[in-house]
């Protein structure tokens, strides 16, 4: 780790946490030759961001992203900005010729996405967009074995993500911690914020998504906005179920809510093959069923695999056999591949171009849940 | 159990062994005033019908069902026949006076189905479709807590039925135990074998469904047909998925698949609601999933309720509690309710005329799979 | 079945339901030479003798055994009465020249049981204790794999039987329903009612066991007597708990209690394996925990198996892959499998001297409760 | 946090790390006044040494731990090295007047461990032993359960910590990585490595312990000694398990094995009381097993708690709800309460003297093994 990776990090919310844990950690774990340096925090509220540098150990605040990306001294941008900052902020730092790392969703939409991922490989600076749940051990072993062909012909695919925490008429809408829930801000409700996880790691392990045929319900029509102080019309997405096709054949259903009483994240995929299906569950997120048909018909039943042994994805850099790793290492392991990346010249994904394509099936989800019909989903394709 | 309850049953399938189990064990656990007598069995095989009325205990034997509903001494049929000869028989059996219990689904569909209500209601004889599911123990207390009120508002319904049983080519289709997979004698694949049982489940627990929007995939084009020996088109949906609405305003999605590698049987469903969420699954029948947001915060969970004790529905008539009861018995239950609906004037459901609200339901679906559009679910209402 | 078994019943308790359950269906489900009938029922309660003879079926019913012992038109005597009667009518029916069926355990300690083997060989009557469990398919299928040597040499055993309907100061002890809480009529409390069970399991997978080091303890020390109406001392233990070794090297833990909250009936077995382990769970008894180390490293994991498909034992002669049976089903088993040891003059286990076996475990645990010492095991060995 | 808190840490193994995280980590997470400074760490192998300083950002690097000891510019010394180390390294730790940290156990045995706690108490200094699962979200809940008195009278404790890593023959013993099975250095087999952290949290939430009878086994009686390259006798403890009771009444099990395939590090334990269970399970860590006797009862069920919630113990220092944490968070859990503990001057347990309480736990139960009876259990009791 002789070499430094100046970093500048814009936003000092929940995701400003992961990030910041990910840079300090990531040295501890990984040998790596680039060491992420905590140059700059940068967020509009100074006092914030003063306490977020101390908390952390940044070397410097900013409260002015424009400033930040002028400093020499940067190499990378982390955004952890809400969403409808995610455009101007990364094709700012693209021209600036910063290496960026950019939380999910990609954009609002795929029109500004598309901006994004023009200027980003005009620039031809490393990007990244923080679909962090590629890199659970659990997710990162299941891929694996899909591109062994361990599961042979795919059939169905099917993912939710169910929360219960807007089901309250008393939360507000907007501002400070809820910015999620005013689509001026986040562009959509469960669509962009937990669908796209699902569609992220769906295109992943599954490939190409043909057409999507979506419902959406926004249950509570109207919350008080924070900040605004006034009652006002809500419009995001409440919930969002959609049937899809993919192009290797195989069918799919997908769903998330905010509504779902009893259920605080849980992300679910399960992946039905020839050969052997494969399920996982964020709840769980240290253990990956996999039924196997080739087994003895006797002894076939749905193995619970502890994913925490010396030879499962990233897992030698921990502790021992059997002890868990949560949440937060997702992050240290997609930085520990980002700048593998960087070292290998082989960039790790998913890229801004890869998280376009997720968010161009959000789109045909979202026109879809309005006209009723299945909705061809556009591709971006390869980098040209 | 002074009154005899004389049965004809037709059928020596796997459906005419669950209900002649049913009709021989029902007064064992069961304190009723009719007793089921084993009086014929009825099958265009006279051998296998003289073997299965050996096996089971049946009085006679006739190979041909016209003159089992010509006997006098017949006072309930029970058709445990292919889908394509329920709607002939049980007309016939209707005009002839005889109580009618009939294996689910109804019909091929819902024009075939509003033909047998219109004839049994003419005819007023008591009648029971075989939605045996109802009658698992935790399924029924899950429709008790649903009308006691315990989740309030209901926000969604998910339902799956999942099998693995057809994936291989090499599996004919059409005769002798595959006749499910013949469109013609079986009317549909998944949806009329499989979705019907998770749909008469959700009207029961959920009320109406409004519109429903489908897709369904028939994998393997074609297979060769146990009676005619030539390799022919398959005709039946292997997998069919579909997003619905209900009348509550609750948001739904269904899945069925023989395809899903690794589920035998595996029917699951899970309700959403303000204040309580509710979840169950068929390969462990014994148990409901329960979570009660009025639990105290730190000490909130899903709690496996182990649906075996003596105030659980039904579990007061087997044994002692912790001891599981398995899939045969909802079938005991069925009968031992729709005797005590003979005996009190009111009548068990699912009646012919709920399971035609269920035929509408996969005559949407089937009819959205094609149109590609929101298709409404046709309703047939409460008896006039 | 063309022979008759005529079967006669003693004890209209729980034991005797699933007894009389096991008669009446065997017949429907396995394909046998002989086929018991339900001659008579006998109970000293001769109005509840009439009542469970109309409900089940019986052609008669005595109120004194010993009548019921001298009818000629009797084959086999079903002893479902306390266990302090065991011996006396167990003697008496072998003198009779009765088949025996005895509920478990087989006596109220070794003395009572040794006297009862000697009786019945010297009668040469066919015999079986009622140890239900070994013919739940998910144990059988245990034993086939310990047999086969797929776990190579074992190293650890451990077994729990959990129940918690005891922990009420109110509840009476003697009498109807509760003689299990009388020493006098059981002879011990959970050692021989629920550890017998562990114990015959324990024997039949696992082998001899050498040495055993218990305690006990008795929570209530006094209850109300429901015969007396008295309060009396409480002479039976509410829980034990043993250390043991086998003869094959392995090391063993057994406990069990009324007084565990939360456990009606969770009887627990796991085996540890040099390259397999095995776990199983009343609660969820179609279903058993498997574990081989010889699969690929990173996809190792207990497999949970739905023993439900026609290749796992006994599941040929049932319903369809994935639909559970219940408790009630391993007493059906252990009757076919003692008719098929009529068949085929190979007797089904457990015998009167397999039981006496585990009758001497249970002596040499409740000496070393008292002794505080390790006490050997003694054996009665294969019959001479 | 305005002081610095200098650290010194001896033993660069697993241990070393664990420990070195949660120096690193605790103040990003909680808000202390104390910031621990990596200041030196300290190993025999300078080469090691050098490179962990570098992993982990210590400022210096020492070979020789009297050295570390003498330097004025270390606060606390944290003693990460095998057993047999542990009381000469603590004592004169003690007397430079430092604060300690030490691993788990103690020491070999309670003769080493009383002699630690006289010179500690005697120098007066901070102390506190790594019994690191007490700081586990869900047993620290469980903890603040029992004390609210939520379970009632306790009937039975049961504690298991299985592992499978040791079932080979050509593992060898003694030196780098494999300390745990040289008893010269560790003292004792599994009682000292597992089941000692099985009674720290059996003591902390259940009291007091009595009395013991154990077993313990060698499976692999000679193993290759890594240290001299000849194959020697094996002198530790393969697996114990041992029968307990606890002053209120109560009874356990404990038991340990480094020999149950299947099992990495199954650390579990459940507590059943009069009105409520608990269940706790290492390779779930995230969630408590919770079952409320005065739920209504039909809807009593073991609850699957996700402690991940902000009303949870130390989870609103973490993420969202919902979002596991692992292992390793139970160091940084047990560094910030022993800091909080240095702020109120109510130091954190436990300490060296509720560490040797377990100590003398542990030597019974070797005791017992050898005599084959119960053996009291020595207290050192309160600090005078």
Known sequence: MSKKLNVGLIGCGFMGRTHSNAHRKVNNFFDLEYQPVLKAICDCNGGKAAAFAKTWGFESVETDWKALLARKDIDL????????????VAIAAAK??????????LARDGQEGAAMVKAIEKAGVPNLVSYNYRRIPAVTLAKQLIDEGKLGRIFHYRAKFLQDWTISKDLPQGGDGLWRLD???A?????????????DTALWLNGSMTTVNAMTETFIKE?????????????????????????????????????ARGHKALYTFEINGEHASIAWDLHDLHRLQYFEHRDEGRLRGWRSIHVTDGDHPYMDKWWVPGLQIGYEHSFVHQLADFIQGLQTNKPAGPTFRDALETQYVCDAVLKSAKTGRWEKVRHCGPKP
């Open 187 to 199: 562009g959509s409700g469960v669509t962009g914020d937990l669908l796209a996880h699902c569609i």
């Open 183 to 185: 689509v001026k801000v």
């Open 77 to 88: 941008v982390d955004i952890c900005l809400p969403n409808n900052l995610h455009k101007e």
């Open 223 to 259: 919350r008080k906005h924070q900040l605004t102080g006034k009652v006002e019309k809500v419009g995001i997405d409440d919930a969002c179920a959609f049937l899809a096709r993919f192009q290797n054949g195989s069918l799919a259903t997908f769903e998330s809510t905010r509504y």
């Open 96 to 105: 600036a010729g910063k290496m960026i790392i950019c939380e999910k969703p």
